[in-house]
């Protein structure tokens, strides 16, 4: 690897030349060079899909460590480098999947774009906001494709949920939940050490890039995630894949300002900078509310719920892949809930469920006048009642005066209304099938359509979980101008 500062003539030669020369239209039989760079666990899916994808090849893989490079070129029989730089300069790739440490996401995509090439980033999309800016950036600039590799963004239940929440089905937007957590005895990312490293088979100085000086640690290197200058922790590895599909979900908004707590529960800050308890709360432009919880040390999870005043969507079937979605309309906007909804045509991805429920009749006549009043003030609301209401005092003035008439008259209507409140519909709507975030990533690259979770929603997320990280770092509310695009605190 290099860093921002490196000075190699050679290697900046070989960039510039590679974007010069990088005219190549991939035709419809072309297949398409990947190459991969940074070889630890989870590259290994993205190996296995590409070197078994026909439309698809990995041409060269790079690593700066020298055990891991070297069983990446046995295993694909690309080409092998020790420097990003001259994967870069490899007229043979023509996408690069970045698999590093966090805090060499942006630096190694930027230069991937300027030579010509599209990406394909691990999640987070980078280490801080002001390098996922960077980053699109210079997607704008060089037209390459980015994306921000989430297999939670290639499944096919958000579109769906999109559609609904567009159609304002859900009155206005409130608040919404997701979390991600796991359970383990040992520490998290307790990734296994190789005995063997050591500044002699690994690139220190490579790996450190932009972060700060520090004399060589396997512990370090083995386990990254645990330490704040290459990591946000549960934030960027984790929440990262579950505020995105809300983010998009709700309407690709830049979060506006962060609180977050947490801390160290279990596992002590010398043996894990980053938090094991996490939680942010996030508002956006639109006055919506989003919450995002997990813990490295208990696995039991809020359920994903987006909330509005009218309705709510409940995501059913697991954090991992929802395989459903359920429109749930709120009590007060159930009667005449079905056909709002088949006025939009949406009724017709799913189907329709009803549920039956015990609801006691108000006892209209029993109640105090203050208490009449409020009841038929709230009845009177709803435009179903208030045109049956209108209608009726036409033909029987005296319902519109307290008495006995007035009284019988809303019993009955409170009595009617109680047995459609009694059956609450949900629209049902089942996942549909879809490809994976790495062929979807390919037909980017083969079509120039963005990915499904592209630059510039990645850069949305990014500020999203990385104002949480800041708010926790400066026990401080933090805002995001969209104006100028900067942090500042509350």
């Known amino acids: ?34 190459g991969v760079i940074g070889l630890g666990n989870i590259s290994r899916g993205h190996l296995s899909a590409f070197t078994a994808n026909a439309d698809s090849r990995v041409a060269a893989v790079c690593d700066i460590y020298a055990p891991r490079l070297d069983a990446g070129v046995t295993r694909t029989g690309a080409r092998g480098y020790r420097r990003y730089e001259d994967l ?24 991937a774009m300027q030579a010509g090439k599209d990406v394909d980033v691990e999640k987070p999309m980078s280490l801080t906001i002001d390098e996922a800016r960077r980053m699109v950036r210079t997607a704008r600039e060089t037209q390459r494709i980015l994306a921000v590799d989430s297999e939670h963004m290639a499944h096919g239940i958000w579109e769906p949920a999109r559609k609904l929440v567009g159609a304002g089905l859900l009155g206005k937007l409130l608040w919404s939940q997701t979390s991600r957590s796991r359970n383990t005895r040992e520490p998290p990312w307790n990734y296994p050490i190789d005995e063997g490293a050591s500044p002699d088979n690994l690139d220190w100085e490579a790996f450190l890039g932009s972060a700060p000086r520090i004399p060589f640690s396997k512990e370090r290197f083995f386990r990254w995630r645990r330490y704040r200058d290459y990591s946000g922790g549960i934030a960027t590895d984790l929440f990262y894949h579950h505020v995105t599909p809300l983010v998009h979900v709700l309407g690709r908004e830049f979060p506006v300002r962060a609180v977050s707590a947490g801390g160290h529960s279990v596992v002590p800050e010398s043996v894990m900078e980053v938090p094991d308890v996490f939680v942010i709360a996030l508002d956006f432009p639109s006055r919506h509310t989003l919450v995002c919880s997990g813990s490295l040390q208990n696995a039991v999870e809020l359920p994903i719920v987006v909330r509005g005043n009218e309705a709510n969507i409940h995501f059913e079937g697991g954090h991992l892949r929802p395989n459903r979605i359920r429109l749930v309309p709120e009590e007060p906007y159930i009667d005449g809930f079905k056909e709002r909804v088949a006025a939009t045509g949406l009724d017709a991805m799913g189907t329709w469920l009803e549920e039956r429920r015990s609801i006691r009749t108000t006892d209209f006549s029993a109640l105090p006048q203050r208490r009449k009043r409020r009841t038929v003030a709230t009845l009177l609301a709803e435009p179903r009642w208030r045109t049956r209401y209108q209608k009726d005092l036409e033909a029987r003035p005296e319902i519109g005066s307290a008495g006995a008439a007035r009284d019988a008259y809303f019993q009955q209507v409170l009595a009617v209304r109680s047995e459609r409140l009694a059956v609450r519909p949900s629209l049902l709507i089942e996942a549909p099938p879809t490809p994976s975030f790495r062929s979807l990533f390919l037909e980017s690259v083969r079509t120039r359509r963005p990915a499904p979770l592209d630059g510039e929603l990645g850069y949305r997320s990014q500020v999203a979980v990385s104002l949480g990280v800041e708010a926790h770092r400066r026990n401080k509310a933090m805002a995001f101008d969209l104006a100028t695009e900067q942090v500042r605190e509350l």
Not at 7 to 29: E, F, M, Q, T, W
Not at 88 to 111: E, F, G, N, S
């Open 88 to 111: 870069l300069a490899d007229k043979d790739v023509d996408a690069v999947i970045i698999c590093t440490p966090d805090h060499w996401h942006a630096p190694m995509a930027i230069a």
């Open 1 to 34: 690897m290099g860093t921002y500062t490196r000075r190699d003539v050679g290697s900046r030669a070989a960039l510039a030349v590679a974007a010069a020369s990088y005219k190549r239209i991939l035709g419809a039989n072309g297949v398409i060079g990947i």
